[in-house]
């Protein structure tokens, strides 16, 4: 998919020798492509200067702080991001955490392992995964997970492993249900049908003459998966798992659902937390024209836009570095 | 900060495109959630006895004041009155509607609606995180007689900013002067404890989920789910149940007469029967209106929103009624403040 949207060099001669002359009608097409494109430019580039406009006054007042000041108080109007873009990146990394082993299982079952009739059904079934609405998820998250993790997931963990010093930080405070972890179970899922649908295609990109050498050598399957598909694919496969973590970071409705929304600051995974999104999405409706509020949430907005572009544009670099060479 | 007007102009076109708001005689209005079923409602009333439509966004009372402020509809609605300084520069009217109320739910095995009482200081120190457990003393001393279980209290509020919170902070500001100087009153604010959930919706999902949970709600959820309601000791020291009745008497009690654009306290009032957190929702018009006759379908909307029919429509949603006085009031400043070309738009 990335090799054809990037386009290939190879295809250039092509199309400078079948130049369109003489006619009307093909400049104009030609001329509506060049507008599609750069439209995407355009609108990408006023929605970052929009929200960095937007920001600006909220980053003059507060300073370069904004970025990892923890306060987030309406009353005292006092705003910082630190709190939220930690919420953000913790509950993206605990999704990718648990997502990438299910996505390697998964993958590797499907392309290797699977008899034909489960194939499809299994297939679809992690598309269907991708097409249910964030809003399903929240409230599944919210009416089922929540209490599931409230009543047999956190207390034996709290208790068991609360005490240890160090490690027990992670897991103190009474058993709520909603917080980090369970907003990064959530998103987990969410991301899961993204990073195994790249996986299978790097996994069927494999050439069998090399996955059948190995077995004629008397390789394992774990040992092939090992030593054969995962190094072959790895970059792309890094790529992919960015990808997630890039959708996993802007995801809103979900994580609202099921964070806890407490704009502060805890060690512990399941203390209630927030991320960008899902301030954004909590504070927007009243927060006042020309308030600070609001310079606030627009500036939390594009950090988010840059911490997205960031890790988008790293994706980007691995996967064509590895299909270039 | 055009992208939240743009934004919202666009909620409203689309809104009014889908329902059917081709007849130019209909009234747009936006702004805050908490009133929107009862608006909702005197909408559908209204259009079939006048034959005029009213299509209310419930945006956030934020949403509706600027909204208002842009004039990209015909009246905006907030929770939380609009500072005076703000309604005088942006030549805006405020009246309230109609009075609504928040309860404090738990969830307490064997304990009922009604139960428990709980006060202003208890409750500002539950949430502040200097309450922590049911049985602790100062709950005991309010509940002789009730069993109180060693357990943790988990205070739950609302995620997103609102005008419950708003109330519901005010109350807790007036209740203890630690939480006033440490939290403070807004639509939303640095809780210093607990977990925050979405809505009226997922405060009461949290507290049926979370044993020993402590949650606030608007009075009219709570009725309409049959929630686990506490009675609150109020200013005159007496229990009192959370009862229309109850709000009634917080809503006489309050100093109307020297409220500055309508924006009378009904938090903590003096009255022996008062409910303490009270509060009424309002309705911003522009005193100049651009177009007069839009303007002056609003005020007839409002109108007949204050007549019989309007009270019953409330009433059967479990919102209460402005006191007449009021009422009256209000009509007077439609007429002495809202003109086009030096003339009242509307008059009796």
């Known amino acids: 998919m990335d090799a054809t949207l990037g386009g290939s060099s190879a295809d250039t001669a092509l199309v400078t020798s079948h130049k369109p002359t003489g006619k009307i009608s093909d400049p104009i097409f030609v001329g ?120 047999y997931v956190q207390p034996p963990l709290i208790e068991w492993l609360g005490p240890i010093p160090v490690l027990g930080a992670l897991f103190q405070g009474p058993p709520l249900g909603a917080g980090m972890l369970t907003a990064g179970l959530i998103l987990a899922l969410m991301i899961l049908p993204f990073i195994t649908a790249m996986f299978v295609e790097v996994l069927e990109s494999v050439p069998p003459m090399l996955k059948e050498s190995a077995f004629g050598v008397g390789a394992t399957t774990f040992e092939v998966y090992r030593n054969v598909s995962v190094p072959y694919g790895n970059t792309a496969m890094v790529g992919a798992v960015m990808l997630g973590l890039g959708r996993a970071l802007g995801e809103t409705m979900a994580v609202t659902f099921v964070i806890g929304n407490a704009t502060r600051m805890s060690a512990s995974l399941f203390a209630p937390g927030a991320t960008i999104a899902s301030t954004i999405a909590n504070e927007f409706p009243e927060a006042s024209m020309g308030s600070l509020k609001l310079q606030s949430l627009l500036q939390l907005g594009f950090i988010l836009f840059v911490i997205s572009f960031i890790v988008l544009a790293l994706s980007r670099m691995l996967v064509r570095s590895k299909i270039k060479g | 900060m055009k992208f939240a007007n743009i934004l919202g102009a666009a909620a409203i076109a689309v809104g009014s495109l889908v329902s059917g708001g081709a007849f130019a005689a209909d009234i747009n209005g936006a702004g805050a959630s908490f009133p929107a079923p009862v608006y909702q409602a005197w909408a559908a009333g209204y259009k079939a006895k006048s034959g005029t439509g009213m299509n209310y966004q419930s945006i956030g009372s934020g949403g509706g004041q600027n909204q208002i402020v842009n004039r990209t509809v015909d009246f905006g609605a907030s929770d939380a009155p609009m500072a005076d300084d703000k309604l005088a520069s942006n030549n805006l009217l405020q009246f309230p509607t109609v009075i609504g109320s928040v309860v404090a739910i738990v969830n307490l095995e064997g304990i009922e609606s009604g139960q428990l009482k709980l006060s202003g200081p208890v409750l500002a120190e539950i949430y502040q995180g200097k309450i922590t457990k049911w049985n602790d003393p100062k709950i005991a001393e309010l509940n002789k007689g009730v069993k109180l279980p060693e357990l943790a209290i988990v205070p739950v509020y609302r995620s997103d900013s609102s005008g419950t919170s708003f109330v519901f902070t005010s ?89 500055k654009n309508f924006a009378a306290s009904m938090i903590d009032t003096a009255g022996e029967t008062a409910w303490p957190i009270v509060s009424a929702t309002y309705i911003l018009l522009p005193k100049n209106p651009s177009n007069a006759a839009q303007s002056a379908e609003a005020i007839k909307f409002f109108d007949w929103a204050y007549g019989k029919e309007g009270d019953e429509i409330a009433e059967k949603l479990h919102y209460i009624a402005l006191p007449d006085s009021v009422v009256e009031d209000v009509r007077k400043a439609w007429k002495a403040e809202v003109k086009a070309d030096g003339k009242a738009v509307w008059t009796n």
């Open chain 2, 171 to 259: 109350y807790l500001a007036a209740a203890s002067a630690d939480w006033k100087s440490n939290v403070g009153a807004a639509t939303s604010v640095q809780w210093p404890t607990g977990a925050g959930a979405k809505g009226n919706e997922g405060i009461a999902g949290t507290v049926k989920n979370t044993k020993g949970a402590i949650g606030f709600v608007e009075y009219v959820y709570a009725a309409a789910n049959k929630l686990t309601t506490t009675d609150l000791i109020n200013k005159a020291g007496k229990a009192v149940k959370p009862t229309e009745a109850a709000f009634m008497a917080a809503a006489s009690a309050a100093d109307w007469k020297n409220a």
């Open chain 1, 32 to 151: 509506l492509l060049w507008a599609s494109g750069i439209a995407v430019l355009l609108i990408l580039g006023l929605i970052i200067a929009m929200l960095f406009e937007g920001g600006l006054p909220a980053l003059r007042e507060f300073g370069i702080s904004f970025l990892w000041s923890t306060s987030w108080n309406p009353v005292t109007e006092k705003f910082g991001a630190g709190v939220m873009v930690f919420g953000t990146l913790l509950s993206a990394i605990i999704a990718v955490i648990v997502a990438l082993p299910l996505s390697f299982g998964i993958a590797f079952f499907l392309t290797e392992i699977a008899p034909g009739p489960l194939r499809r059904p299994i297939g679809v079934a992690i598309q269907l995964l991708a097409a249910v609405p964030s809003i399903i998820y929240g409230m599944w998250g919210f009416f089922v997970v929540v209490p599931l993790i409230a009543a």
